[in-house]
């Protein structure tokens, strides 16, 4: 470095102001260039020989000595220039991952090309992120990280989508080295990849939570095109979400009313950050949480975010609904204030999605499996678990005040009808209702609870709605039939060889409940041995009426033939046999004919 260019110095004019007018000092100034955030006093050769653009604007003014350049538009404003600057006086400083993003921008802008001179800044610039910025993740991150105030230069000069395609190679080839650290032979020799052992190739996931939203949109696609695992891509999306909505989280105390101002220019970022992280979600099944959907669900309607992105959430939601929570389903009503204090609209739409799902499940099924005694299909499983966490939540919002009867019912009705094989939760829940509306019309009364079945009630349940006095004298008189037929059922089970009558009339009562547990698919083969047992039954049925009404028909006639006399008649010999006396008894005439010629002979002597 000569002695002209070693001699050079920077000094600040304010230190009030970041970037203010700078003088380079011991060197003659001829020109003086403003920038956005700052002034430079120059020497206009040095500036020249090196950049495109300086040398076309004094060209320009040939005719007049021009003293000022005004470059207001330079990407990254002083700090960029003065790193050009530094390039052209020769002054040495390091190309790093935080400042090559403005080197090439500006030098772009400058002009700074081999055409005006060998080396010059634009191919240094564009050498070292070809070489070590794209070899690297986490440069790549902090490069992009630089770009979010480059823009749109930044994606003109291609810097942006170098970067993305870098991020997503690496990750995927972490991933990959990360798998085939986790192979290991089985004890039968089998080559197999052991899940216990933690995945090392997500390191990335903290790093790309530094980056804007719309870079961190573009880098995750990219990476969903190159083929990272889904499970990775739902766990960078939690994490993004999770420290951009953090404060959000915290803006609502669920002891009170909502306090934010839903509409507020404050609030646009979060909802953007919702609306992406939704749209970026793998579709796989049970690969993002259940808890992260609903929390992401609330962000949604409090933000008021899209109708699309909210029912999204929803049958994201619907498709794991059987590993809810009764936590996750108390959604806020944060909008309307005078309304329900709990979002049923939103519930309700995402158990219809649930039911649309189970129903579309069992249209795929072949018509082959009605012919088999299948056990119960997860699916079922996955219904009575749905069904038990409607009926608490059921319970949980039925104390509201505000509740319409047509909600409560639509929650109630959303499930089909052998979603419930005991209906004690649906009973509980209705209780309560009706415990928190004691001004319900008596028609409203008989509408709720047509809702349950009383026989699918439990003993315990089935007393305790016998002596209920809030539900309507139909639903009580239907309750005591039930109780009455129980009873009678488990009476005449205690004596099964008496009469097999009431053992089918029990059997009938239990299967219909055991029927109503399974579904359609699993239960065909089962209803068509309980149609033929029914017709046995029946047949029996009739035969005993007739044996009835012959055995009436006799009696009746044998009443009327009969008079007082030959009842009186009857009823003298009778009292004859009785002995009333006893002196007759002896311990020699044990047995009965011999009391009785006893009897005779003596009634004969006194006669």
Known sequence: MNKHHSQLALAKCSRHQRYNEWVFRDVPSDIMIVVDGGTFSLHKFPLVSRSGRIRKLVAGHRDSDISMIELLSLPGGAESFELAAKFCYGVNFEITAANVAQLCCVSDYLEMTEEYSKNNLGSRAEEYLEVVVSKNLEMCVEVLKQCEN??????????????????????CVEQIASSFSRLEYSSSGRLHMNRQAKCEGDWWIEDLSVLRIDLYQRVITAMKCRGVRPESIAASLVNYAQKELTKKSTSWNQSSQPKVDLVSGSNDHEKVVVETIVSLMPVEKLVVPITFLFGLLRSAVMLDCTVACRLDLERRIGSQLDIATLDDLLIPSFHNAGETLFDVDTVHRILVSFSQQEDSDEDMDDVSVFESDSPT?????????????????????????????????????????????????????????LKAHQALSDPDRRRLCKLIDFQKLSQESGAHAAQNERLPLQSIVQVLYFEQMRLRNALFCSYPDDDHKPMHQSWRINSSAVSAAMSPRDNYASLRRENRELKLELARMRMRLNDLEKDHVCMKKNMEKSNSRRFMSTFTKKIGKLNIFGHSFSRESSSPSKRSQVTDSKLTERT
């Open 377 to 433: 299909s997860p699916s079922q499983t996955a219904l009575f678990k749905v069904a038990k966490l409607v009926d608490n939540y059921l319970a949980e919002i039925a104390p509201d005040a505000n509740l319409k009867l047509n909600k409560f019912i639509a929650i109630a009705e959303s499930l089909p009808g052998h979603a419930r094989t005991i209906h004690d939760g649906l009973y509980r829940a209705i209780d309560v209702y």
């Open 150 to 171: 480059l823009l749109p230069l930044a994606d003109e000069l291609k810097i942006v989508i170098r970067c993305i395609d870098a991020i997503a190679s690496k990750a």
